[in-house]
């Protein structure tokens, strides 16, 4: 009798079952991680956002060692005040002078700082200012920001709180912001001071770089410098709105990147003269004692109105 051999029929790969199985569990994975990804990138986005807002209060307390005051947050000049007033520069952002205090010497010294900004005359150096301000410069840029203008700084300074202007007079008047003077009870200065003559409905005086002594409040609970990141195109909360709407600033250089706050609450409504950054929940800000801090937007206004002023006997801890 013959013997039938029987052979067992071997399964090679997977079914389409599994392989629909094995595939859904991967993109589950994938869905878990690629959030976790997302967080640590922008982490090290803002640790890098960071680190360029200290070495730029770094540089301006070195600057502050040097010339015995801290740098002017702008200065806006005419012939006349010049020669009146005995100031040696002609219109510029503050970020010009911490230039060489930013190992940009080279940069720095490209600029006629007896003309203004984008003047495009050549000067004794070969180049005119317009040469000078087209770099791009990293310091000046927080890696988050999708999408800013040519030659644009994410980084200014915001040199006073207008109490009378805005959703900040409306907060006044609901009782969320208390009334202070700093020295002015309608205009609430901060650390940093342009160097101009001001014209005010109130009145016109000289205003001049403040040295550290001058910040009566304390350096560590003062602040300096500012986000307002993604100029000269309009943005809000958190997202670029328009690439045709374009805010002052434009240019690194230019006198125009400083700003006043008109709106409450003080950061991320908008970057149109505004504190603003494209982090999540806040932004980071300098200190006069070259700290940086996250400020989250949930800060209460009159504990943010006392951090941000300089001398208004209004000391607060850090939120």
Not at 106 to 135: E, P, R, V
Not at 221 to 238: H, I, S, V, W
Not at 259 to 285: D, I, K, L, R
Request: net charge neutral; with cysteine.
């Amino acid at each position: 009798m013959k013997k039938i051999a029987i052979f067992a029929r071997r399964r090679c790969g997977f079914t389409l079952v599994e392989l629909l199985v094995v595939i859904a569990i991967i993109g589950m994975l994938v869905g878990l991680l690629l959030p976790a990804v997302q967080q640590a990138r922008e982490a090290a986005r803002k640790m890098s956002c960071s680190n360029n807002m200290r070495q730029i209060a770094l540089a301006m307390l070195n600057y502050e060692s040097q010339n015995k005051t801290l740098p002017p947050a702008y200065t806006y000049t005419t012939a006349d005040t010049r020669k009146k007033y005995k100031i040696p520069y002609n219109t510029f952002n503050g970020l010009v002078f911490i230039l060489p205090q930013m190992e940009q010497t080279a940069i720095y010294q490209m600029f006629d700082l007896t003309k203004i900004w984008y003047d495009t005359s050549a000067n004794s150096t070969g180049n005119s200012n317009a040469d000078a301000y087209k770099h791009e410069i990293d310091g000046f840029k927080c890696p988050t920001t999708p999408m800013r203008g040519e030659y644009a700084s994410d980084y200014a300074a915001n040199t006073a709180i207008r109490p009378d202007s805005g959703t900040i007079k409306t907060a006044r008047n609901n009782g969320q912001l208390s009334n202070r003077s700093a020295p002015r009870s309608d205009y609430w200065e901060s650390a940093l001071s342009p160097w101009c003559w001001n014209t005010d409905p109130a009145t016109d005086y000289l205003a001049k770089p403040r040295t550290l002594a001058e910040i009566r409040d304390g350096a560590s609970n003062t602040m300096l410098y500012f986000e307002d990141a993604g100029r000269p195109y309009y943005c809000k909360r958190g997202t670029a709105q328009s690439t045709t709407q374009k805010t002052d600033g434009e240019k690194w250089a230019d006198y125009a990147a400083y700003y006043h706050s008109h709106e409450a609450p003080f950061q991320n409504v908008n970057n149109s003269n505004e504190t603003f950054s494209f982090h999540m929940g806040g932004c980071n800000t300098s200190f006069a004692d070259g700290s940086v801090r996250f400020i989250t937007d949930g800060t209460d206004l009159d504990v943010y109105a006392s951090l941000f002023t300089c001398n208004a006997a209004d000391i607060v801890s850090e939120p």
